[in-house]
């Protein structure tokens, strides 16, 4: 084995470094563009060389106070979704689970419905509708993990179980706030359906962003367990990994990341599913590369459907924009596909 | 060197593994074997790590391992499980490279080293080939032999197999079993393998260690391991097991269910004229079918007298590659005389033999019942210038009956009281 030969494939530092640095350039220009897209055009000019005139200042405003915020937290939520998904995608060798698998969304739903009913969405300046999800989110999450743990161990085919079991029953209860709200229906199914709009406050794209950076440092040390673990939980742990709190802390940190989204953008689906596929099938499925490919992916993606949306209409729901794109993507992904899984 | 002591374990409350003391130390090639649902992977398990024992402990150089880091033990013992299932179509090369895990710090990517440890794994499993295919696109056996080199490259100093041969061809049965042998004695490395094949693990095992029901019923040797006696107390099943010519080692082979040991319940008595070897399939089918059985005359060291001794059928001997003697000749007869049937076999007849023939004759000529199998025929083998065709064909003219092979010659019995 000449040294030569096990250069010719380059190393996975590499390659990481590639995709970073290639990934998050395509993210930068997709933010820009995305901010300049818009009922108003903003010139690229204006954002780099400042404002020169009122008129100018105005342009400036929309960009950084109105457009910039939007974009910038359909980033922070795309990557949340995408990382959640593809790392529970690893954890549970299940190419359909997603981030919604955890009961978290079903929770937050319950959450935000429950305080548009009640009006309780002025509270904590006007956070306290987000506020609220994401605690009955994170609720919801505890109810699955406790449901899921057997004697001291965490069963992967249980937690599924719970997840669906408790998911189903928290939307059933969605449905009954529904029922209930009156004249709150509207506000909430347009919660429901997933969406950005309104989203310019730089505080609530800081805390977001904060939490989703945090879950995804976290998601991202689990990358090489997670690798070790598709050889099979047996011999995951011979090889040293320690399942018990792998299993733990993915779930955990997705369920977190996954809760700050849903809290702030509803519950838009088909990013956090499919954009893992495709991660995978651009850098394959080590969780070292696929992890990092998926959020920046997620986050591009995102913007871009949301970028569509607003085009459509300033209000125009993002999730039903994935959803239409993301359904037909997935049926092509599954029909291309070589192999089983 | 790794020690199991009085181990108990098992799954939900119940114990799979009752109080057992094991020892491998460094160089040994220890085979683990003992019919389904015995216990042997819940040993594998147990000395991995991975369950841990109710009762007993489990040492490392005398170091239990599960008051250590799973880590640490990764570093120095590797397993290959029966389970080779990859969730993710990861390369062959990646899922090799995967071995070095335990030798990495968490966030450290593998160095040339590392690459360089793999390929080395791969090239001894002769996996190479394969090293840039989705692992998930290969056989059975060969995702295997995948895992045997991704446990290579963690470069343990134990080596813990749960039945590697099992999907695997005969060519490569052999191979892995003779690699794993090399390196166990080239690296001291402390091996275990858990086989299911009796002769397999006789063959390539210095030692064995046979459970049955969660106990150990037997270590050492495959001398004093695999005995008709053992295997019947594990297996509950008769079978027979025989030294092996080329290596000395116990060979098993499965009989029917009729055991051979039975006494025989016909009163129908056959005594078999045969020799070379020609006469094994019937002496076992005559016994399993109830028969009496009684032999001669054979020689010594002679096939047929090594089987007949084994079953212990009444036979007339001769000396090792003498001429029969007319003493001998005699009490044959006697013997030829005391059955209902008799049958020859079809044996190569010379000068020094040709009594037997004459035996037939004889059994005839006091109206016994002779079947004479003419397989090959008698052409073929008459080394005696004419004389045995001629004998053959007196006794058919005196009311023989000319068998075309063995089975046709035991249709013809089997229906006798």
């Not at chain 1, 060798?93 to 969405?121: E, F, I, K, R």
């Not at chain 2, 030798?103 to 080293?113: C, I, V």
């Not at chain 2, 005389?337 to 000529?365: K, M, S, Y």
């Amino acid at each position: 084995m000449s040294p030569s030969q096990s250069a010719a494939r380059p190393s996975l530092l590499a390659r990481l470094t590639t995709l970073v640095v290639g990934l998050t350039a395509f993210l930068v220009v997709t933010v820009a563009l995305a901010a300049n897209i818009g009922a108003q055009p903003i010139p690229l000019s204006l954002i780099f060389g400042g404002a020169r005139s009122g008129a100018e200042s105005k342009l400036a405003e929309i960009f950084w106070h109105l457009r910039l915020p939007r974009v910038a937290l359909g980033a922070v939520v795309g990557m949340s979704l995408a990382v959640a998904g593809g790392s529970l995608q690893g954890l549970l060798m299940n190419p359909l689970a997603d981030p919604y698998l955890v009961g978290v969304s079903a929770g937050a739903a319950l959450g935000a419905s429950v305080a548009t009913v009640l009006h309780l969405g002025g509270v904590l300046g006007g956070a306290g509708k987000c506020v609220i999800a994401f605690g009955s989110g994170a609720v919801t999450m505890a109810l699955v993990f406790w449901l899921a743990r057997g004697r001291r161990r965490v069963q992967r085919d249980a937690f599924i179980l719970a997840g669906v079991v408790v998911g189903s029953f928290m939307w059933a209860l969605v449905t009954l706030v529904m029922t209930l709200a009156g004249q709150d229906l509207q506000s909430i199914v347009f919660w429901l359906m997933g969406n950005l709009y309104g989203q310019t406050e730089w505080l609530v794209v800081a805390v977001v962003g904060v939490l989703a950076a945090v879950g995804c440092v976290f998601l991202y040390s689990y990358a090489r367990d997670l690798n070790l673990l598709a050889l099979g939980e047996e011999q995951a742990r011979q090889l040293g990994v320690e399942t018990e709190k792998l299993k733990t802390g993915v779930i955990l940190f997705s369920a977190l990341v996954t809760a700050a989204a849903v809290s702030v953008s509803g519950v838009i689906g088909f990013v956090g599913l499919v954009i893992p596929h495709m991660a995978r099938r651009l850098v394959g499925p080590d969780h070292r590369l696929l992890i990092p490919a998926a959020g920046l992916l997620g986050a591009a993606f995102l913007v871009w459907a949301d970028t569509l949306a607003r085009l459509i209409a300033e209000m125009f729901p993002v999730g039903v924009l994935t959803s239409l794109l993301g359904a037909p993507f997935f049926f092509y992904l599954l029909k291309r596909r070589p192999r089983p899984a | 060197m790794l020690e199991a002591l009085a181990i108990t374990v098992g799954y939900d409350h119940r114990a799979v593994v009752q109080d057992l003391t094991l020892t491998l130390s460094r160089g040994q090639f220890l085979g683990l074997v003992g019919p389904n649902g015995s216990g042997k992977s819940t040993v594998v398990r147990a000395l991995s790590r991975v369950l841990r024992p109710s009762r007993g402990q489990v040492l490392l150089d005398s170091v239990d391992i599960y008051r250590m880091p799973a880590r640490d033990l990764a570093r120095r013992l590797a397993v290959v499980g029966q389970d080779n299932t990859v969730g993710f179509d990861f390369l062959v090369r990646e899922v090799v490279l995967m071995g070095r895990a335990p030798h990495l710090p968490r966030f450290a990517l593998e160095r040339e080293h590392d690459h360089g440890v793999s390929e080395e794994a791969m090239e001894l499993t002769h996996t190479r080939a394969f090293a840039d295919r989705p692992i998930t696109s290969l056989s059975g056996g060969e995702r295997q032999r995948c895992m045997i080199a991704r446990a290579l490259a963690q470069e343990p100093e134990v080596l813990l197999l749960d039945e590697p041969t099992a999907h695997l061809d005969i060519n490569h049965q052999i191979e892995i079993l003779d690699l794993a042998r090399k390196l166990t004695a080239q690296r001291g490395l402390a091996t275990l393998v858990v086989l299911h094949d009796l002769n397999l693990a006789s063959q390539y095992c210095d030692l064995l260690a046979l459970i049955a029901g969660g106990r150990l019923l037997a270590t050492g040797p495959p001398r004093e391991v695999v005995t008709e006696d053992h295997i019947r107390a594990a297996y509950h099943t008769d079978v027979q097991v025989r030294s092996h010519p080329a290596t000395d080692r116990p060979y098993v082979t499965l009989l029917s269910r009729l055991p051979v040991s039975a006494a025989p319940t016909r009163d129908t008595r056959v005594h078999l004229i045969c020799g070379a070897g020609t006469g094994v399939p019937l002496m076992h089918r005559l016994r399993q079918l109830g028969f009496a059985v009684s032999a001669g005359v054979l020689n010594v060291a002679d096939s047929d007298q090594l089987e007949a001794e084994a079953l212990d059928l009444p036979r007339i001997e001769e000396a090792p590659f003498s001429v029969i003697t007319e003493e001998t000749h005699r009490r044959n007869c006697e013997m030829a005389r005391a059955a209902d049937v008799v049958i020859v076999t079809g044996i190569p007849f010379g000068r020094g033999n040709l009594l037997n023939l004459e035996a037939a004759v004889r059994a005839r000529g006091v109206g016994r019942r002779v079947l004479l199998v003419d397989d090959p025929p008698i052409t073929g083998r008459d080394f005696t210038d004419g004389e045995a065709s001629a004998l053959q064909r007196q006794i058919i003219n005196a009311g023989a009956e000319l068998c075309r092979d063995a089975a046709d010659a035991l249709a013809r019995v089997e229906g006798l009281p």
